[in-house]
């Protein structure tokens, strides 16, 4: 049996209760429902303050990462994992990459180059949230079991590489 199953039959085991509506509500933080809205309202504190290039930050960073995520799902077409029921409705699109992991990712990475530019006093502690929040999201995928760990960590990576990339040229 791969890792991808058996880290899905792992978490499967290890349901509870009590984190079965906890990680309902964390992977919305992933959900372009959510983060559409948030970058929107961020953009329009930046461009309150005249912040161009942070504003660009965020357009390239999370809206590239947005578009580059669903591309690459289209490309791999990769089914849903079937070894264990989910917990939520699966979403109609392909498994890999998780969009979810990646949005968050993207998003909470960008806010906390867009803080480290603009508050550096905040700069840590920027990053600690957003690794807590994209770590939150990354493993309610895998609870919730709509994605193998596998997409997850495809996610991650697509995240971190394409803001790292954004926030280096600009």
């Not at 669903?70 to 979403?91: D, G, Q, S």
């Not at 949005?103 to 508050?119: D, E, G």
């Not at 939150?136 to 596998?150: C, D, E, G, K, T």
Request: positive net charge; aromatic residues 12%; hydrophobic residues 60%.
């Amino acid at each position: 049996m791969s890792w991808d199953n058996q880290l899905l039959l792992f978490a499967a085991a290890h349901r509870s209760a009590a984190l079965d509506p906890f990680f309902r509500g964390v992977t919305w933080l992933g959900s372009l429902y959510v983060l559409t809205p948030l970058a929107v309202l961020v953009a329009a504190i930046l461009l309150y303050g005249q912040r161009w290039r942070e504003i660009l930050l965020l357009v390239v960073g999370f809206g590239g990462a947005v578009l580059w995520v669903h591309l690459a799902k289209a490309l791999w077409n990769r089914p849903r994992p079937t070894v264990v029921e989910p917990l939520v409705a699966l979403p109609a699109d392909s498994s890999f990459p998780s969009a979810h992991t990646t949005q968050s990712v993207a998003f909470t990475l960008c806010a906390a180059f867009i803080l480290h530019r603009t508050m550096p006093e905040w700069g840590f502690a920027a990053a600690a949230l957003a690794a807590l929040v994209a770590a939150a999201v990354a493993v309610s995928r895998i609870y919730l079991r709509v994605h193998f760990p596998s997409d997850v960590l495809g996610g991650l990576v697509l995240g971190i590489v394409w803001v790292t990339l954004a926030h280096g040229l600009l």
